[in-house]
Each structure stands twice: as structure tokens, then as C-alpha cells.
């Protein structure tokens, strides 16, 4: 054989050797994204289900129980989320690189909305209440806040519940003075 056939021969098997190496670092960057994405999908999931949890045990708990729990992390694998909460379910939306993805799970009965740093957790009557003041009963039976317990801007003045100059306790029912 030629120097110029050895030649050759050592170009091609260059060749095919570089094409099998950027095959294995194509696969290697895939495997290894789908895991990066795995472990964030299980913290995720681990985080939204020991809130779930918590909210479960307080609503089978006795009248009256307050939980505070400790501060949720500002991310979760390394990862911006918000949490939100209706009735019956708890929303965390984790927010990344212009898409988002959402963990749903059902809850017991709550009213109140999740503050990712003061989370107090009330049963009254088995109403789960979330909130850094405890929920009232009405006469009528039915549990819930009052307009200086309820995270909302009843009178439209830019202030809420007690931060309102018109509240002077949780347990007032308007914040219109």
C-alpha cells in the first residue's frame, strides 16, 4: 500500500471516529437535560405535595389547630415559581426560559390565599383557613375572613386589611371606617 492509500485510510477513520464522538455528545446532552429536567419535575412535585399534605392534615384536625409553616424557598431547583390557590386547588407555576409548566393538586375545602413567606394554616369548624389571623364564624355557621382579614382591597384606597388606616382589629368587618 501507498503512503498516499495510508493516508486515506487514516482520514476516514478520523472521519467516522469524530462522527460516532459528536453522536455520543448529541445523546450525552439530551440524557443529560432529561435528567436536569426530571430532578426539577420531582422537587416540584415534592414541594406541592408537602403543602398539599399539610393542607389535608389541618382540615382532619380538631376546631381551632393553627400550623405556620416554614417559608416556602424564593426557587425551586433553581427555578421561578408562583403559587395560587382556589377553593379546592393548589396551582405552582414554574416559569423558565419563556415557557411555563403547571403542577395542579386538589385540596380540602380553603379559603384565604398562600403568601409563599407567612403561611398560617386555621381549621375553624373544618373549614382549612390560610391566613395570619384566624377566620370568624358568622351566626349563620359559615366560615370565612373579614374585610380586615381577607387580603383583599375592599374600599378601593390602595391600602389592605390592617395595613388599612380604617382597620383597627383583624376581627372588623369593614374597612370603610
Not at 422537587?43 to 400550623?67: N, P, Q
Request: with cysteine; charged share 20%.
Amino acid at each position: 500500500m501507498s503512503r498516499g492509500q495510508y493516508s486515506m485510510e487514516f482520514m476516514v477513520m478520523t472521519a467516522i471516529l469524530a462522527i460516532l464522538f459528536f453522536a455520543f455528545l448529541v445523546n450525552y446532552a439530551d440524557s443529560l437535560q432529561q435528567t436536569f429536567l426530571d430532578r426539577e419535575n420531582a422537587e416540584f412535585t415534592d414541594a406541592g405535595e408537602s403543602v398539599r399534605s399539610a393542607l389535608v392534615a389541618a382540615s382532619k384536625m380538631h376546631d381551632g389547630l393553627k400550623i405556620e409553616l416554614p417559608p416556602l424557598p424564593e426557587r425551586i431547583a433553581g427555578v421561578d415559581y408562583t403559587i395560587n390557590n382556589t377553593p379546592y386547588v393548589l396551582y405552582l407555576r414554574a416559569t423558565k426560559e419563556g415557557y411555563s409548566q403547571d403542577y395542579i393538586y386538589s385540596i380540602p375545602y380553603t379559603i384565604g390565599r398562600f403568601n409563599r413567606t407567612n403561611i398560617t394554616i386555621w381549621n375553624v369548624k373544618g373549614v382549612v383557613a390560610l391566613s395570619g389571623h384566624p377566620p370568624i364564624l358568622r351566626p349563620d355557621g359559615v366560615v370565612n375572613f373579614t374585610q380586615c382579614n381577607d387580603l383583599v382591597d375592599n374600599d378601593a384606597d390602595s391600602f389592605i386589611d390592617l395595613g388599612d388606616p380604617n382597620c383597627t382589629a383583624w376581627s372588623q368587618d369593614n374597612e370603610t371606617g
